[in-house]
T-cell receptor, first 118, second 113 residues
Framework: ETGVTQTPRHLVMGMTNKKSLKCEQH?????MYWYKQSAKKPLELMFV???????ENNSVPSRFSPECPNSSHLFLHLHTLQPEDSALYLC?????????????????FGPGTRLTVL | DAKTTQPPSMDCAEGRAANLPCNHS???????VYWYRQIHSQGPQYIIH???NNETNEMASLIITEDRKSSTLILPHATLRDTAVYYC??????????????FGKGTKLSVIP
């Protein structure tokens, strides 16, 4: 148990559905992340939020829409996905101190949501 | 971020030390070496990190060479639960100002009974 929870753990959806993934961290961190892990590919960073502000969007298609209402919660809204979007979606959090020159924050990952798009 | 090179797979006998190598010959002076592992279909788990000194915690030891071009993660007494993919990541601020983990393919460690 890392202090980062994700729901649902498994999700099957059609290409015309709209669904949302939820992540919650109980660690008091100020930064949250979404990663995607497709079969046989390395983890890919999708979005970064720092103090609720999006600081990175790694060229993610607009059918993925993140939302960070507060520092403890992160959502990934999904709509009109494609079968190739099937993957393990991982959330992580950390106490980001880069602005103060400290490059040693540790990211703690949730268990992931296994998404299948039919 | 500097690139890392790891062997794709390794075996280790249960109870023996597992030594996982990582090459990072282009590492810069302010870049840290991080190790994570991922047990099948779970989220990655932080193990240890270091800059230039050797580090040890309750999970593992990290040995960084003096020139910092390579490092070794040591699991002193491997158990079956240590079977996982181990990622060596060099982390610093990129030219684009990004400071995030970049995962490679890692080393698949199999602990054999």
């Amino acid at each position: 148990e890392t202090g980062v929870t994700q729901t649902p753990r498994h999700l099957v959806m059609g290409m015309t559905n709209k669904k949302s993934l939820k992540c919650e961290q109980h660690l008091g961190h100020n930064a949250m992340y979404w990663y995607k892990q497709s079969a046989k590919k390395p983890l890919e960073l999708m979005f970064v939020y720092n103090f609720k502000e999006q600081t990175e969007n790694n060229s993610v298609p607009s059918r993925f829409s993140p939302e960070c209402p507060n520092s403890s919660h992160l959502f990934l809204h999904l709509h009109t996905l494609q079968p190739e979007d099937s993957a393990l979606y991982l959330c992580a959090s950390s106490q980001d101190r880069v602005s103060s020159g400290d490059l040693t924050d540790t990211q703690y990952f949730g268990p992931g949501t296994r998404l299948t798009v039919l | 971020d500097a690139k890392t090179t790891q062997p794709p797979s390794m075996d280790c006998a249960e109870g023996r030390a597992a030594n996982l190598p990582c090459n990072h010959s282009t590492i810069s002076g302010n870049e840290y070496v991080y190790w994570y592992r991922q047990i099948h279909s779970q989220g990655p788990q932080y193990i240890i990190h270091g800059l230039k000194n050797n580090e040890t915690n309750e999970m593992a030891s990290l040995i960084i060479t003096e020139d910092r071009k390579s490092s070794t993660l040591i699991l002193p007494h491997a158990t079956l639960r240590d079977t996982a993919v181990y990622y060596c990541i060099v982390r610093g601020v990129s030219g684009a100002g990004s400071y995030q983990l970049t995962f490679g393919k890692g080393t698949k460690l199999s602990v054999i009974p």
